[in-house]
């Protein structure tokens, strides 16, 4: 199967920092692409789909370049609470969901 | 909201037992998904079904089998289980081609 890949960190930031993380994935047939947060213990839960014109919502932005088929997530005027696990996750043709294996934030005051 | 339901949060097994995973989910998804996660290898796919008694195997599907009779539940089934089948257990539900929602998974331990 088809690989998602991202640097799994740890990113060590401060508050206040502006932090990006990069996925790429192999399946150019790849139709849906989403960034999910996962705390410790906890089950993961959906941030934002990536849209293929880039998207906001807040102080997460997300872009797609399928050209090059990466994905990445950015992170502005970073908080204790955004301290976790971000996982990268494409489809596999419409149907299967594929996880990267996740990179870690912790952001630090 | 989205709800999807496991049936435990945590669930010990003998080795050579056969155990039941079930999942629920209340918001008409055509898509379920059964991942397990494990440390330092990320949430890897078993199973998945995009309709009623369909299904498909992801990357590691041997040592288990579906079940999907209706369509807001998905069970998973270790037909014999053994120790290296203790993980995290995380069911999924989603819309065709969106984001999924997960339950809150169940950690079972095999001894």
């Known amino acids: 199967r088809k690989e998602v890949e991202q640097d799994p960190g740890p990113f060590n930031v401060p508050e206040g920092a502006t932090v990006a993380f990069n996925c790429t994935y192999s399946?150019?047939?790849?139709?849906?692409f989403f960034w999910y947060r996962q705390d410790c213990r906890k089950e993961p839960k959906l941030l934002m789909s990536?849209?293929?014109s880039g998207n906001e919502d807040g102080r997460f932005t997300a872009q797609l370049n399928r050209a090059s088929q990466y994905i990445s997530l950015l992170i502005r005027d970073s908080k204790l609470s955004d301290s976790a696990t971000y996982l990268c996750?494409?489809?596999?043709?419409?149907?299967?969901?594929?996880f990267g294996k996740g990179t870690t934030l912790s952001v630090s005051s | 909201d989205v709800k999807v339901t496991q049936s435990s949060r945590y669930l010990v097994k003998r080795t050579g037992e056969k155990v039941f995973l079930e999942c629920v989910q209340d918001?008409?998804?055509?898509?379920m998904f059964w991942y397990r996660q494990d440390p330092g290898l990320g949430l890897r796919l078993i199973y998945f079904?995009?309709?009623?008694?369909?299904?498909e195997k992801g990357d590691i599907p041997e040592g288990y089998s579906v079940s999907r009779e209706k369509k807001e539940r998905f069970s998973l089934i270790l037909e014999s289980a053994s120790t290296n089948q203790t993980s995290m257990y995380l069911c999924?539900?989603?819309?065709?081609?969106?984001?999924?929602?997960f339950g809150q998974g169940t950690r079972l331990t095999v001894v």
């Open positions: 996750v494409v489809d596999q043709a419409g149907t299967a969901l594929i």
């Open positions: 999924a539900s989603s819309p065709r081609a969106s984001g999924a929602f």
């Open positions: 918001m008409d998804h055509e898509n």
């Open positions: 079904s995009y309709d009623v008694k369909m299904k």
């Open positions: 399946n150019s047939a790849s139709q849906s």
């Open positions: 990536v849209y293929s």
